[in-house]
C-alpha cells in the first residue's frame, strides 16, 4: 500500500498477476505497451473517482485488483444523486480525456483506424485508453455507466433500485454475449465472464442473511441433542471470552430451559464478554436465582461499568427486599450513563421494582433521563 494525492493505494497480488498474463498472451512489444498503459490508465481512473468522491466531502481510498480497479469512499455528509452520478462518471471521464491527450500528443487520430493501428504503443494506449473507457460507460452494473443509471434509478425507486438493476444488468449482458458469440467476438468472452461473475455476486449480496445464531441458542440445540458437555462448552467459551457478535438480550426461553442452561455452567459463573454476561445476569432473575444475579451482575459492573447492568443489581436487590441497595443500584446505572432508555424502561416497567417506583429518589432519577416516559 501507498499514498498518492492523500489516498491510501492497495495494489491485490491480482493486478500484478494480470499484468503478467496480459504480457504472457501477447508476448510481444504490444502486449508490454498494453500491461503499462491499462496499469497507469486504471490508477489515473481510480483517482478520477477519488478526487471526486473528495469534492463531495467524502475520504476515499483506491485498491488495484484483478482485471479492475476499485475506489471506495465514506462520505462525511448527505451527497447529492447527481453528485453521486459525477463521481461515477468522473473515472471514465478521466481515462478517457487523458489517454485521447497521450495519442494526439503522439500525432495519433484516436477516430482512425489507420492512425492508431499505426504502432503497437498507439494500438495499445488506443485499446487501454478510450476503448476500455467507452466499455466502463456500458449501463450495466457494476461498471460505472451502470451506477449512473442506478442512481437515476434510485429517484423513482427510492432505496429499492439495486435489485431491478441487478437483473437488468445480467438479462443485458447474457443478451450481450450470446450477441458478440454469433457474430464472432468470442475475443470478448473474458470480459463479458467477469461482468457475469459480478453481477451475481451483487445479487447474492441482495439476498437477506439471518442472524447468527447466539451461543444460548446453539447450546439449546445441543441440549436438544443430548450433548449436555457441547452445551458447557459453548457457554463456558461465550462467557469467557469477547465476542465479536453481541448477543441479544431478547432471547425466546422458557424459565425451564434457562434452568438447564445454567445448571451446565461451572461455579463460579464464568465471565469475560461484558454482552453474554448480561445475558447470563438476566436469566438468573428469571430463574428467581435473585442473591446470584444479584452479585454475578455487580461484578459484571466493576469489570464493565455500564447502565444495564446496574438494573440488574437493582432489581434483583428490590425482589430480595432491599429497598435502598436497589435505589443505589439505580443512582448507578443513570451515572453510567451508557443507557438512559434502558434505565428508563426498567423503572417504568420493571415488576421488582414496584415498590420502590415512587420513592422520591427514584422519581429525580426517572426525571434526570432524557428519555421520556
Given at each position: ?148 443509471v442506478n442512481t437515476a434509478l434510485d429517484r423513482v425507486l427510492p432505496g429499492r433500485a439495486d435489485k431491478p438493476m441487478i437483473y437488468f ?155 435502598s441497595t436497589a435505589i443505589g443500584w439505580l443512582r448507578s446505572g443513570a451515572d453510567a450513563g451508557t443507557s438512559d432508555s434502558g434505565l ?30
Open positions: 500500500m501507498f499514498r498518492l494525492f492523500g489516498f491510501d493505494v492497495r495494489v491485490q497480488s491480482g493486478f500484478v498477476v494480470f499484468m503478467v498474463l496480459i504480457v504472457a498472451l501477447y508476448g510481444s512489444e504490444f502486449g508490454w505497451w498494453l500491461a503499462g498503459a491499462i496499469a497507469v490508465l486504471t490508477l489515473l481512473h481510480e483517482l478520477g473517482h477519488a478526487f471526486a468522491a473528495r469534492s463531495a466531502g467524502a475520504d476515499a481510498e483506491i485498491s488495484l485488483g484483478f482485471l479492475a480497479g476499485y475506489a471506495s469512499y465514506r462520505p462525511t455528509r448527505p451527497i447529492s444523486r447527481a453528485r453521486q452520478a459525477w463521481i461515477s462518471f468522473a473515472g471514465p471521464f478521466v481515462h478517457i480525456s487523458v489517454s485521447v491527450a497521450v495519442l494526439l500528443a503522439m500525432g495519433v487520430n484516436p477516430l482512425s483506424r489507420d492512425s492508431f493501428d499505426d504502432s503497437p504503443a498507439s494500438f495499445a494506449i488506443w485499446w487501454a485508453g478510450p476503448a476500455i473507457g467507452l466499455m466502463n460507460l456500458i449501463p450495466v452494473l457494476p461498471l460505472d455507466g451502470g451506477h449512473i444488468s445480467i438479462a443485458a449482458t447474457a443478451g450481450g454475449a450470446i450477441w458478440m458469440f454469433l457474430n464472432g467476438y468470442q475475443g470478448f468472452g473474458i470480459f463479458i465472464a467477469f461482468l457475469i461473475i459480478a453481477q451475481l455476486q451483487l445479487l447474492n449480496a441482495t439476498k437477506p442473511r439471518p442472524s447468527p445464531a447466539s451461543p444460548w441458542e446453539l447450546a439449546g440445540r445441543a441440549l436438544d441433542a443430548d450433548k449436555p458437555a457441547k452445551a458447557r462448552r459453548l457457554l463456558t467459551a461465550a462467557l469467557s471470552h469477547p465476542q465479536p457478535i453481541p448477543p441479544t438480550s431478547n432471547l425466546s426461553m422458557t424459565p425451564a430451559r434457562a434452568n438447564e442452561l445454567i445448571d451446565l455452567l461451572p461455579d463460579p459463573y464464568p465471565h469475560g464478554d461484558a454482552g453474554n454476561e448480561y445475558v447470563l445476569a438476566n436469566l438468573l432473575m428469571m430463574t428467581g436465582r435473585f442473591d446470584a444475579a444479584a452479585h454475578y451482575a455487580a461484578g459484571s459492573f466493576d469489570r464493565h461499568p455500564n447502565t444495564l447492568s446496574a438494573t440488574i443489581v437493582a432489581r434483583a436487590a428490590a425482589a430480595l427486599g432491599d429497598h428508563a424502561m426498567t423503572i417504568d416497567r420493571a415488576p421488582e421494582l414496584t415498590g420502590v417506583r415512587h420513592h422520591p429518589d427514584v422519581i429525580a432519577i426517572r426525571r434526570s433521563l432524557a428519555t421520556p416516559g
